[in-house]
């Protein structure tokens, strides 16, 4: 009986420790993202103005309009391209593919997935903008972000479907229903949720992306043509890369204001993420 105060003891001071080591790796990764954060907003807010959202890049000073259009234009083709192709995989993995099929797609990605940006952004340069002579383009961007994108949106699609229940499955098969019928009315509509999640981290990463842009997208200081070939494409990590390095006041405020509006983006992300998961739930309940 004396041995048992002393095992609780034991067990007590191992929990403490234990959290106390989870706290302080928290910790750890939480405080420098709030310093970062504090940081960015703290320097720009106090130089950002209206400008910066109505006009565009000139020189070193100016506003940022062409590299949030540019953005936002290069979002939705990732959305478009990478996003058609990736939830398509990741319905096939899942769905329809067996065996050898699925282990060597699933590998594809999985090697993908491991590449640096910067070599996917290399390649991108060498085989689009230079052999297929596309030029710095907005096609050549779209499509390195794509690729870049499709592991993390088939990855996040083919767990959803796992995730949904056999019996829905089995259900729809003892009732006769179309295989396809079924996957679209019955089972994506619970896997919804984690297949919107994975398109905007999906998202979030590709418009966050500095190396492969600049290889593939170069910089324009002027609104989208509508060129997909043959013509630049501002975006927002250019200036937040380029401008702050330079000497100049007001390309080191640009810079700032560039960062904050890439934060406030991807908050919005996040956010929207969050509702068209809550009433994808909402619905799938109902």
Same mark, same amino acid.
């Given at each position: ?74 979002? *939705?083709?990732?959305?478009?391209? $990478?996003? %058609?192709? !990736? /939830? @398509?995989? +990741?319905? #096939? *993995?899942?769905?329809?593919?067996? $065996?050898? %099929?699925? !282990? /060597? @797609?699933? +590998?594809? #990605? ?13 390649? +991108? ?15 050549? +961007? ?145």
């Amino acid at each position: 009986m004396s041995r048992l105060p002393s095992v609780t003891v034991r067990r007590r001071i191992a929990n403490a420790l234990f959290w106390t080591a989870c706290s302080c790796c928290l910790a750890g990764v939480v405080a420098p993202t709030l310093w970062m954060l504090i940081g960015v907003v703290g320097r720009a807010l106090p130089v950002f103005h209206l400008s910066v959202l109505t006009q565009d890049t000139q020189g070193n000073g100016g506003g940022l309009r062409n590299a949030i259009v540019g953005t936002a234009v290069l979002g *939705l083709g990732v959305m478009l391209l $990478g996003g %058609t192709v !990736s /939830v @398509l995989s +990741g319905i #096939y *993995l899942s769905e329809f593919a067996t $065996g050898r %099929t699925r !282990s /060597v @797609l699933r +590998g594809a #990605y999985e090697v993908l997935s491991g590449v640096p940006a910067i070599v996917l952004g290399y390649v +991108g340069y060498l085989a689009l903008v230079v052999y297929f002579d596309w030029g710095f383009s907005l096609a050549a +961007g779209v499509l390195v972000l794509s690729v870049m994108s499709i592991p993390y949106i088939t990855r996040a699609t083919e767990s959803a479907l796992c995730a949904v229940p056999t019996s829905y499955r089995e259900a729809a098969a003892a009732l006769g229903l179309p295989t396809n019928w079924a996957l679209r009315k019955i089972i994506l509509k619970p896997a919804t949720p984690g297949i919107v999640t994975g398109l905007l981290v999906a998202l979030a990463l590709a418009v966050s992306e500095t190396a492969p842009m600049l290889y593939t997208a170069g910089w324009s200081a002027s609104l989208p043509t509508g060129k997909l070939t043959g013509s630049p494409v501002g975006y927002l990590t250019y200036p937040i890369w380029t401008f702050y390095n330079l000497p100049s006041k007001t390309a080191q405020d640009l810079s700032y204001d560039a960062a904050f509006l890439l934060i406030v983006l991807l908050l919005l992300l996040i956010v929207a993420g969050r509702l068209v998961t809550g009433l994808a739930r909402r619905h799938a309940e109902a």
